[in-house]
């Protein structure tokens, strides 16, 4: 199973905090299951905190919901694409868009450390410095890749 084999090399990698290999693993995995919203997620969460290939990075198809979801055992995460609008903002130097896309993140207790290290250090950029403060102190940082952990020091 060419997905299964996959999957746990994007684990080995994330183990490793190799980021280039994270991209290459889900770029693989989103040729292999298009349809899905969790790979999709992934790989433009991956482009926009690498800064690479943004361009490539297709808001127009985000979707709220994951309709593949229920095709997989393991249940795959999504990143929020509130988060994925608000970082393609940042790499635009849109902080007016940054700021809208944040609002509709909601409880960002409830998102991964990484994920939460971006948004504590896009709000510190839009003068969220307490906000930004209060989600970034409560993260370990050594779980996070080195690109969510410069997101995290701009928090701190």
Do not use: W
């Not at 490539?56 to 095709?71: I, P």
């Amino acid at each position: 199973n060419a997905i299964g084999l996959l999957q746990k090399g994007l684990e080995c990698a994330l183990l490793a905090k190799d980021s280039a290999l994270m991209l290459e693993v889900s770029r693989k995995l989103h040729e292999l299951r298009p349809a899905s919203s969790a790979y999709a997620d992934r790989l433009a969460y991956l482009r926009l905190i690498l800064g690479e290939e943004i361009e490539t990075v297709d808001l127009s198809r985000l979707k709220e919901s994951n309709d593949m979801q229920a095709m997989f055992t393991v249940t795959l995460e999504r990143v929020p694409p509130s988060l994925l609008r608000a970082l393609a903002a940042y790499r635009m130097g849109d902080h007016a868009g940054i700021q809208q896309h944040l609002a509709g993140i909601g409880d960002a207790s409830t998102l991964p450390p990484g994920q939460r290290a971006v948004v504590a250090g896009l709000l510190s950029l839009t003068g969220k410095a307490d906000r930004a403060y209060q989600i970034a102190e409560k993260i370990p940082a050594l779980v996070l890749l080195d690109e969510e952990r410069a997101f995290l020091q701009k928090a701190l």
